[in-house]
Structure formats: C-alpha cells, structure tokens
C-alpha cells in the first residue's frame, strides 16, 4: 500500500515538472508586440479597494490621478474600508470618488461589487483593478486602451517588484517574475489564457459587472474571476509591456499570512475549478484547473527532495530516480523562468534564505483553519525610495 502511495505522489510531482518546464519553454516562443495607440479613448474606471491602508493609499491615488491619459476620460474610486477620516477627505480633494465599504464579513470582493453597484450605468468602457500599493507605468491606460480596442476584454498587466528591501522581498520578486513567464507569458505563447495576479487587471466593464456579481469569495477571488472570465468564452491577455509596480512581502510572518490565505484559497478553487470544467467544458478552463493542483513552486521543490531520502527506504531505484528527474526538472523551469535581474546578484542571499521560506511554507499549509474563519489582510507599509530599478 504504501509502494502505491508513492507511485501516485511520484506520477502527480513528475506530471507537475513536465507542465512547468513545458510552459517555461514554450515563454521564450513568446514575443512582445509592439502595442502603440489608439486614435479611440475609452472611459476608464480605476478600482482601488483598501482596508487601513492609509499609509500607503494617498500616494497611489495620486499617481494614479497623474496617468498620461485625458483627464475626463478616467476616474480613480477608492473603495474604502476602515479608513480614518482625514484620509477619506484628503483623497475626495483630490479628486477621487470615495466608496464606503463597512459590510461584513469584509471580502475585495465585496468592496469591488458594492463600488460597481455604486457607480453610474453606462458610464465607463474598461474597468481597472489595482491593490492599494500599486503604483502604473505612466503610459499604461494608453497601452490598455489600445489593447482593448483591438477587441481583447480582459487584460493582465505585468506585476512587478515596488522595491528590493529584504532578502524575503527578493525571493517574493523572484515568485511574481517565475509565475509572471510560465503562467502568463507561457500560455499566451501558445493560445492559451493567461492567469489574473489580483490587481493590475484590465475588463469590459459590461464583462466585468457580470462576472464580479456571481463572485462572493472571501479570500482569492482572482481565480473566481479568473474561472467566470475564461467561462464566458473571454481570453485573458497579457500585456507584458504594462508594469504595475507592486510591494513584495518583507518579513517571514507577513509571508506565512499571505500564503495561508493563497493555500486556503488554492483548495477551495480545486473544486470549483472541476465545476467549471464540468459545466462548459474548454481546454483554457482544463488548464487552470490543473494550476490549481500545482502548489507553491518552492514548496513543490522541497517535497520532491524529500520524497527522494524518502523513497529509498524501499529500495526502488526507478522510484527514487522518478522523484530525482521531477526535482531536477522543475528546478531547471524555475532557474529558467526566473528573472535575471533578481538572481544574478542576489544568488548567495537566495540560496541563505530558501530554507527558512520553505519551512515557513510548511507552517502556512498547517495554518489553513485560519483562512477559513475570515478575511486575512496582507499590509503595506509606505514608501521610502523611487520604484525599483534592478
């Protein structure tokens, strides 16, 4: 029985480092094209959903009221939960349009439906998500608009490191640049949707109303959204050339919260993924529903070692070099996939620093019960230099 177990573990780890190495591959087959304008300006509405963020808030709003883009032509609506204010006030003179938010259980998801229930009908062609840190490339709304003229409803833009301030921030970065090519870049490559990162992501408005209205999750709703999107027939974009400048975590115990409630979230959507499937059956919904059974990529690696000391216990080489193909093979994906800016001269606090993010992943996946009692809020703490230049 237990030679079964793991046969089944070998053949699941095996099958997850073929599809990541595949995607990996099939990234560099991936071109950038030029986006340039388009001499039609759609109407933009720029959701930013907070919860305390009033450190950070304030400056984003006003980048995002800077954008390069005609100034009647987009709104920035801070969905505001728990803000004191004084910083309610600040953001109403600058311009923006402030949504209260106090329904409970408090959810992202929650805040954006009450906004979009809030807001005139009609009025905007392309809503935009953003989290409270996030800060826009100058150009984006140019390059999302062009985009979306050429008929492309759903958008994710390119999430990237805010700042590099500590070596769990670097590893963080590293995670956004790995995902941002196998489950972004790599799909596109080969016709397939991308996958929503949970802000800087671009919708028809009209698609967006609907799709959010069917949404009622808790903690992860962008693979909710991601699995409505993909469901109303929509591909989802990316436009690698569009950087939203996001915050990375920067300390072990923000890491272990911020995973606890992607875990939780990842295992609720194994099964509403099967639904999906079921109910409108398409390859790009068969995918993302297997990315729902590929766990956190450092966590997989450091399974798959084990399982090596592990299996050799039963004295079965080729189920001892099963598991060592599928290590090797994933970690050959994950140095190809990573960002070159990042490793290049980070490689020595990398590595330092790899065991204890593994272990705290470990602890993330046994803190689980806490995801499922509420909303687990990652903070954000404000910035003290210009946008990472690495």
């Known amino acids: 029985m237990e030679t079964i177990i793991l046969w089944v573990l070998a053949s699941y780890m095996a099958a997850a480092s073929i599809y990541l190495f595949f995607f990996t591959v099939a990234s560099f087959f991936g071109k950038k094209k030029p986006v340039g304008t388009s001499p039609k300006d759609n109407r933009f509405v720029i959701l930013l959903p907070v919860y305390k963020e009033d450190a950070v808030i304030l400056e984003s709003a006003r980048r995002a009221l800077g954008l390069n883009y005609d100034k009647k032509k987009f709104d920035v609506v801070v969905i505001a939960d728990s803000l004191q204010g004084i910083t309610r006030e600040q953001l109403k003179g600058m311009g923006c349009v402030v949504v209260i938010m106090n329904l409970k259980p408090r959810s992202k998801a929650k805040a954006i439906n009450l906004a979009l229930r809030s807001l005139p009908e009609n009025l905007y062609d392309i809503g935009l998500i953003l989290d409270a840190d996030n800060y826009l490339a100058s150009d984006a ?108 975590v920067s300390t072990l115990e923000v890491l272990k919260n911020q995973r606890t409630r992607w875990f939780a979230a990842q295992l609720i959507n194994i099964r509403k993924g099967f639904y999906f499937f079921i109910r409108k059956p398409s390859v790009d919904l068969f995918d993302k529903w297997m990315q729902m059974w590929i766990p956190s990529r450092l966590l997989l690696v450091g399974m798959m070692a084990f399982m090596i000391l592990f299996s050799r216990l039963f004295e079965s080489p080729v189920l ?71």
């Open 141 to 248: 709304l140019v390059q999302i608009n062009a985009v979306y003229n050429t008929g492309k409803n759903a958008i994710q833009c390119q999430r990237v490191a805010k700042e590099i301030t500590t070596p769990v921030s670097i590893l963080d970065a590293i995670s956004e640049g790995i995902n941002n090519t196998i489950f972004r870049k790599g799909h596109r490559a080969i016709g397939l949707s991308a996958a929503l990162a949970g802000s800087g992501m671009a919708f028809d408005y009209t698609l967006l109303k609907d799709v959010m209205s069917r949404i009622e999750a808790t903690n992860g709703f962008d693979k909710d959204l991601e699995f409505e999107v993909i469901s109303s027939g929509v591909k989802i974009e990316y436009l690698e050339s569009v950087h939203v400048f996001d915050e990375k």
């Open 320 to 390: 001892t070099l099963t598991f060592a193909a599928a290590t090797a093979l994933t970690t050959l994906a994950l140095a190809l996939a990573a960002p070159r800016k990042y490793t290049h001269k980070n490689l020595v606090t990398i590595i330092v620093n790899l065991p204890a993010s593994f272990f705290t992943l470990i602890i993330s996946l046994f803190s689980i019960q806490n995801a499922a009692k509420g909303f687990i809020h990652t903070p954000h703490q404000a910035s003290t230099k210009g946008l990472n230049k690495n």
